[in-house]
């Protein structure tokens, strides 16, 4: 099939498989769990048989392991059921949703900051290569991107947090203070800082590279230069033409990001408590609580396939060299 | 940059290799209750935590921990990537299709979360996380030692050698590999950082090895023992090791891949 359709639904069926590749290692890897997983549950090695079934049945855990998968992939396509919680033992999906809301809040506001600050700075960086403002730039970027997101927001808690006492702790909102309306959204965003500074760290030293080679591609091309003989002043030649091509593959990355960028929201959640599915996850590690642990991954390995492939559709149909290239 | 790179390197594998000499006691014995969280002095140079251990030998022993799981990942994850990266770009077609299929589903799958729950699956200990970060990264080398064989293989040594009928092995292993050995030394530079942060973050999440101490576990237990802003000198330590060392090798990876880049050397006038 030729045009955007076929390339639409070649990429939409990649990510299908993709998707169930992922459910399928999913269901593998924790039955590698070594030793009855409802046994552990139970701790004593005297709970009775009959609850220990029960229990088997409830986490469906019976029948070959064959059964088992069809049983699950049943549940997860039909019912969009993740499975019950060990020790919370209401749906996965439940508490996903829950916590669900909390993490887009931290992750869209850190990416938004990122992406203007990040691209604003890469931008003036390759315009200027070679200079001493590029050579700063890119060595504070290139260590503030090396440097993981958790140790960004230990830092971020000891300055900002214990030593001057500017931030909260932890947690989204001050507890039992019973703010509402203007009162609570300033709490949250009070709250919101320091996990939201940690992941910023990390994207923007990512969108400073970035855009800064994506810049230095640009710069010494044909249409700079005419634009320069125009007379257009150099910030406008900076904005309007250099950096509106260079942007695209900038772009592109956001998608392919994503997938690293959740490890940063696991590790900026957990540092500072905030509820969301981070900090969920680490609270399912530190509980051993293995359906949370499964449903999580297929939400962040999900989550992740979907971004890109929103971005992979994007990105064809604003530049149709790509769906016309084809596959190769 | 790079020389910046080598030294915080060489004080850390100092650290690393003389440990036991380095005025240090048992890092994981719990000492008297009276010596809990105490401040540096000239007893506890980093002073204690909260089972009254001695900081700075945890400091000390997680250097050895940190670059042991640097080098050992990378060296797995070099060596599996490499392969699968030889034999994909060597042999083409078929095989080179699945091959780069699973490693494009592998690259796609977000590292730390699934770090986790093989962790949490197969167990706390530091050789699983060698395991774990080489399941993870080893797509990563792989793409690119694959792209530079594709063009290796065309080129008239390996076609020479053919001809006077050498064998496949003998082209992938004795022609096309020592090629690509400066390529493999720059992913490992590259792993080296990724093994450590791995380590230092599945530590920190409580999945770390709790036969050893390492410096992602000083940091964790600093959380949970619910005292961290009673002592603030404990954290310290391990955040500012993480950081030099990653750095440190971030430095070096930038550096080599500089120097592998074409045109260096005549820029250089080497």
């Known amino acids: 099939m030729r045009g955007y359709a076929g390339f639409a639904i070649r990429k939409v069926a990649g990510a299908a498989v993709t998707i169930f590749a992922i459910v399928c290692v999913n269901f593998v890897i924790f039955r590698l769990v070594p030793g009855d997983p409802v046994r552990m549950l139970f701790g004593d090695p ?96 290139l260590g503030i991107y090396s440097i993981p997101t958790f140790i960004w927001g230990i830092i971020l808690l000891i300055v900002f947090a214990v030593a001057l006492g500017l931030f909260p702790l932890g947690g989204m909102a001050t507890l039992g203070a019973g703010y509402s309306g203007w009162a609570y959204l300033r709490d949250v965003a009070w709250h919101l800082v320091l996990p939201g500074g940690a992941i910023v760290m990390w994207y923007m030293g990512e969108y400073v590279l970035l855009t800064r080679s994506a810049m230095q591609d640009v710069v010494d091309q044909d249409y700079i230069t005419a634009a320069r003989a125009k007379g257009i002043k150099e910030s406008t030649v900076l904005r309007r033409h250099a950096l509106r091509n260079a942007i695209l593959p900038v772009v592109t990355i956001t998608g392919v990001n994503l997938a690293f960028a959740v490890s940063g929201v696991i590790e900026a959640e957990t540092v500072f408590n905030w509820p969301g599915i981070g900090r969920l996850m680490y609270d399912s590690v530190m509980r051993r609580d293995y359906p949370v642990l499964q449903g999580l991954f297929l939400v962040f390995a999900v989550s992740v396939v979907l971004a890109n492939l929103v971005v992979d559709l994007i990105y064809g149909y604003i530049d149709p060299r790509i769906k016309v290239g084809g596959p190769k | 940059m790079g020389a910046v790179g080598v030294i915080i390197f060489a004080v850390f594998a100092v650290l690393a290799i003389f440990a036991p000499y380095l005025r240090t006691v048992d890092p994981m014995r719990p000492g008297l209750a009276v010596n809990r969280l105490l401040p540096p002095s000239s007893q506890f140079w980093f002073g204690t935590d909260h089972l009254a251990r001695d900081i700075w030998s945890q400091t000390v022993y997680g250097s050895k921990i940190a670059l042991l799981v640097g080098f050992l990942a990378a060296f797995t994850t070099v060596g599996v990537g490499t392969f699968v990266g030889l034999v994909a770009g060597f042999f083409g077609g078929r095989l080179d299709e699945v091959l780069m299929r699973i490693v494009d589903f592998f690259m796609m799958l977000p590292s730390l979360p699934l770090m986790i729950i093989l962790a949490a699956v197969l167990g706390p200990s530091i050789w699983n996380v060698i395991l774990v970060v080489s399941i993870i990264y080893w797509p990563f080398t792989a793409r690119v030692i694959r792209s530079q064989v594709l063009s290796l293989k065309e080129r008239a040594f390996v076609e020479a050698s053919r001809s006077i009928g050498a064998g496949d092995r003998l082209l992938i292993f004795g022609e096309i590999m020592p090629n690509v050995v400066p390529l493999m030394f720059a992913q490992a530079v590259l792993m080296v950082t990724e093994g450590i942060y791995a380590e ?43 950081c030099l060392v990653i750095i440190a090798f971030t430095f070096l990876g930038t550096a080599v891949s500089d120097i592998l880049k074409p045109g260096y050397r005549e820029a250089r006038g080497l």
Not at chain 1, 115 to 141: E, K, Q
């Open chain 1, 46 to 141: 005297r709970a009775g048989a009959e609850l220990i079934q029960e229990m088997r049945e409830r986490f469906g855990l019976t029948g070959s392991l064959w059964q088992q998968f069809l049983a699950y992939l049943n549940r997860l396509f039909l019912h969009g059921d993740l499975g019950i919680s060990f020790v919370q033992r209401k749906p996965v999906m439940e508490t996903v949703v829950d916590r669900l809301p909390q993490t887009l809040l931290l992750v869209v506001t850190a990416l938004a900051i990122a992406v203007v600050v990040g691209t604003f700075l890469g931008a003036i960086a390759g315009w200027r290569t070679g200079t001493r403002f590029d050579a700063i730039i890119v060595s504070i970027s």
């Open chain 2, 200 to 242: 230092a973050v599945l530590a920190f999440l409580g999945l770390g090895d709790p036969a050893t101490i390492s410096w992602g576990m000083i940091l964790h237990f600093a959380f949970e023992s619910g005292a961290l802003s009673r002592n603030l000198y404990w954290i310290v330590p391990p955040v500012v090791c993480i």
